[in-house]
């Protein structure tokens, strides 16, 4: 048996007690694939892969186990199996591993080296394999949806060209425009970096990257991919997306819905740019827009589009605004409000959504009755008639948003805010009345019947519940 002394000290030996291929050890940044056994000094043993049946794999190098496998295994080479003898400072030290290790131990381990990968196991099986040539800068990676730039050189077979190109890729990985390899790669990739990407034709195959036509199941495609560049796309509801161009200089700091802001904005592709400035929720500006700008930071300019088309004052003909954030005021620290002055607010809000549903700007009405019951929701210490009132108030304004929701056709909604009045008043005829002609949208017509039912015994002489039940 030859030893080794790995440290030059004698704190890490290397017992080989079978030869590997000797044709090269694992590099650095390499996953490696082992079966060890564990002991202590005494000769008991702690721990083993082979006990579970299961090999153990990690990144060599990157403080991921201990500091004896990280220098013992980068000696060996494949199917090499050997005992690394690691004191207390090339294992667990002074803490120990409780229970199993104490502090202070000398542990041996009985390693053999399966296999190793030289990069990054996209998945863990072996199947996507990214190797960096070139570094990237950085710590954000892309995300699925986003909008990437990425140059694409794509290998097989002795290294045969078949593509080799700059692609940009809308919606990335919402589509099959590039093959999944790459795009299973490049959520791991930084700005610039450069990798090359290894898989086989089980996740190959796009639209804009060609598949060689004599390709096998057998073939390993390989792809040299830069990331050039990505802007980042925020989801901010189901019809409506942001792709931020430029960031903001407080990305945490966002308008709320007592603020004044200050931006410009023109439609695209070949608007008028214009600067404006007003407050949220007061039909001064498009609605939809709105709700985009308050994720935005000061600073921030980004591209908003509408997924489908919206009933918008500004926007008639364009689906997408480029929108930058110039500045907006702090607004109203609710918390620090006085139940009574949180009533009145509430109060406040109810009225503009009445004037403008009235109006027939249900939407705007909406959020008007959210925030009104959202301020009422907040009164939670005062007065026992101040309560109270909060709460009718609360019944008032639920009551009149889901009769927005209806108009809106958002019927889910509507049986929701509701079932909330009906906990609160079981007997509210109006609840019964407006859950009931949710249900029968939705296709609930025993529910329907059910609460038509119930608000015809509350009141016998109801024109609109008789008519319904008709």
Excluded at 30 to 39: D, I, K, N, Q
Aim: proline share 4%; net charge negative; charged share 25%.
């Amino acid at each position: 048996m030859t030893t080794i002394d790995l440290s030059g000290d004698g704190n890490l030996l290397k017992e080989i007690l079978r030869e590997g291929d000797n044709e090269g050890s694992p590099p650095i940044g390499s996953t490696v694939f082992v079966h060890y056994v564990g002991y202590l000094q005494t000769g008991e043993q702690f721990d083993s892969s082979r006990s579970r049946k299961e090999e153990f794999s990690f990144k060599l190098g990157q403080n991921t186990v201990i500091k004896g496998w990280d220098m013992g295994v980068a000696t060996m080479s494949k199917g090499e199996r050997s005992n690394l003898v690691c004191s207390p400072k090339f294992a667990y030290g002074k803490n120990g591993f409780p229970p199993k290790i104490p502090s202070n131990a000398t542990l041996t381990f009985e390693v053999e080296l399966i296999r190793w990968i030289d990069g990054e196991d996209i998945h863990g099986d072996g199947e996507i394999i990214k190797k960096v040539y070139e570094a990237g800068v950085g710590w954000e990676s892309p995300c699925i949806g986003d909008f990437v730039t990425l140059q694409v050189e794509g290998l097989y077979r002795s290294k045969q060209v078949f593509f080799s190109q700059i692609i940009e890729v809308p919606d990335f990985g919402n589509n099959n425009l590039i093959p999944k390899g790459i795009v299973d790669a490049v959520q791991k990739m930084k700005q610039k970096e450069k990798s090359v990407v290894k898989f086989s034709l089980a996740y190959g195959g796009s639209d804009l990257i060609p598949t060689p036509s004599d390709i096998t199941s057998e073939d390993i495609f390989e792809y040299h991919v830069s990331l050039e560049f990505w802007k980042k796309i925020v989801e901010i509801n189901a019809t409506l997306k942001k792709l931020i161009c430029t960031k903001g200089i407080e990305e945490s700091v966002n308008p709320v819905s007592t603020s004044t802001v200050s931006l410009k904005y023109k439609l695209l592709p070949d608007g008028i740019e214009e600067e404006k400035t007003f407050s949220f929720w007061e039909d001064e500006f498009d609605l939809s827009l709105e709700e985009a700008i308050m994720t935005m930071s000061k600073g921030e300019k980004s591209v908003i589009t509408f997924l489908l088309s919206q009933p918008c004052s500004d926007v008639k003909e364009s689906t997408s605004v480029e929108v930058e954030l110039l500045g907006f005021t702090a607004g109203i620290n609710q918390d620090s409000l006085s139940s009574r002055e949180k009533i009145q607010n509430a109060i406040t809000s109810k009225e503009k959504g009445t004037n403008f549903f009235k109006q027939g700007k249900n939407r705007i009405a909406t959020y008007h009755y959210s925030e009104s019951i959202k301020m009422v929701d907040s009164v939670t210490i005062g007065p026992l008639n101040e309560k109270e009132e909060a709460s009718k108030l609360k019944i008032l304004s639920t009551l009149n948003l889901s009769l927005c929701q209806l108009k809106l056709k958002r019927f889910p909604e509507v049986v929701d805010n509701c079932t909330i009045v009906l906990n609160e008043d079981g007997s509210n005829v109006k609840a019964l009345y407006r859950r009931a002609q949710a249900y029968s949208e939705l296709g609930e017509f025993q529910a329907a019947i059910g609460d038509l039912q119930v608000a015809k015994a509350k009141e016998p002489t109801n024109k609109a519940v008789l008519a319904e039940l008709n």
